[in-house]
């Protein structure tokens, strides 16, 4: 089951603070990032690549996008 961080409501950097943490603390697997505005969309992405993590999908939603992001080594 993937991990969720939810970072609608914030403004950057804190959706990326909040995906590396989760990162660090997943290792690998599957997240879903949920944020609310482009720039953090491209923040995201950005920061979880630097990471070795692959997006693999990044749907618009109701106000925002969700994001999953996947490492399988």
């Not at 914030?10 to 997943?26: A, D, G, H, N």
């Not at 997240?31 to 953090?40: A, P, R, Y």
């Not at 630097?50 to 999953?68: C, D, F, H, K, M």
């Amino acid at each position: 089951m993937a991990q969720i961080v939810d970072a609608r409501g914030f403004s950057c950097p804190q959706p990326v603070l909040m995906t590396i943490r989760e990162i660090k603390k997943t290792g690998k697997g599957q997240i879903e990032i949920l944020v609310d505005t482009d720039t953090s969309k491209e923040n995201v992405s950005r920061a979880a690549a630097s990471q070795g993590w692959q997006v693999q999908n990044v749907a618009e939603e109701s106000g925002g996008y969700r994001l999953v992001i996947k490492k399988d080594v």
